[in-house]
């Protein structure tokens, strides 16, 4: 069965550093989400992607914040200069449509310390 | 704008019981779809079932069963018979179709603990 892949599962970075989160959408899909959910609390839209476009970001997605589609098949999130609130769980999501089921990753676990 | 409540926060029960789990959703959308997602301690989502609002019957896979009612925006999910394994967070989320591009809005979850 097809599934949304994400890399790393965790990923620990020091307050200041770049990082890339990477998700492996499924192939078929054009519609591409990232969410995030800090430790115990719900699971929050950041943006959604169609088209090479951002469609919707939420006012989390800051200005530290970016997506990209670089190839054919993944979809990145990058933060440009972490901080420690950054630290959560990050998911990644894929519909064919944009509406109906969005397929969700496993999700990367970003501590930064 | 679109809205998932979830009031219970917490609910503890004894292995066998059985247990709901209440949601509320709020949309101006006519075209929408609701969802269930369980996250276990290991922290994936995983996907329990999609409902589009036009399909207002009830479903059931097993022990788990779900009751939509539209009149009363509502989609609470029953767990029979639970066992230990049940014990998870549980999300409600909702998707508009006509608006807002398929983004989900998710419940604030509700954490099940099921003891022995």
């Known amino acids: 069965e097809p599934e949304v892949t994400q890399t790393p599962s965790h990923q620990v970075t020091q307050m200041g550093q770049e990082v890339i989160l990477r998700c492996v959408p499924i192939?078929?899909?054009?519609?591409f989400y990232w969410y995030r959910q800090i430790l115990g609390q719900k699971v929050e839209f950041l943006v959604s992607f169609y088209n090479n476009e951002i469609s919707e970001k939420s006012e989390i997605f800051d200005d530290q914040f970016s997506v990209e589609r670089p190839d054919g098949s993944n979809f990145t999130l990058k933060i440009r200069s972490t901080k420690l609130e950054d630290s959560a769980m990050y998911f990644c999501?894929?519909?064919?449509?944009?509406?109906?089921?969005?397929?969700f990753g496993q999700g990367t676990r970003l501590t930064v310390v | 704008a679109q809205k998932v409540t979830q009031a219970q926060t917490e609910i503890s029960v004894v292995e066998k019981e059985d247990v709901t789990l209440d949601c509320v959703y709020e949309?101006?959308?006519?075209?929408?779809?609701l969802f269930w997602y369980k996250q276990p301690p290991s922290g994936e989502l995983v996907f329990l079932i999609r409902r589009n609002s036009f399909d207002e019957q009830n479903e059931i896979s097993g022990r788990y069963s779900w009751n939509f009612q539209k009149s009363t925006s509502s989609f609470n999910f029953t767990i029979t018979a639970s066992q230990v394994v049940d014990s998870a967070v549980y999300f409600c989320a909702l998707s508009e179709a006509e608006t807002n591009a398929g983004k989900s809005t998710f419940g604030d979850g509700t954490t099940l603990t099921v003891k022995p």
């Open positions: 192939s078929n899909h054009l519609y």
């Open positions: 949309t101006r959308d006519t075209t929408y779809y």
């Open positions: 999501a894929s519909s064919q449509r944009g509406y109906g089921e969005a397929f």
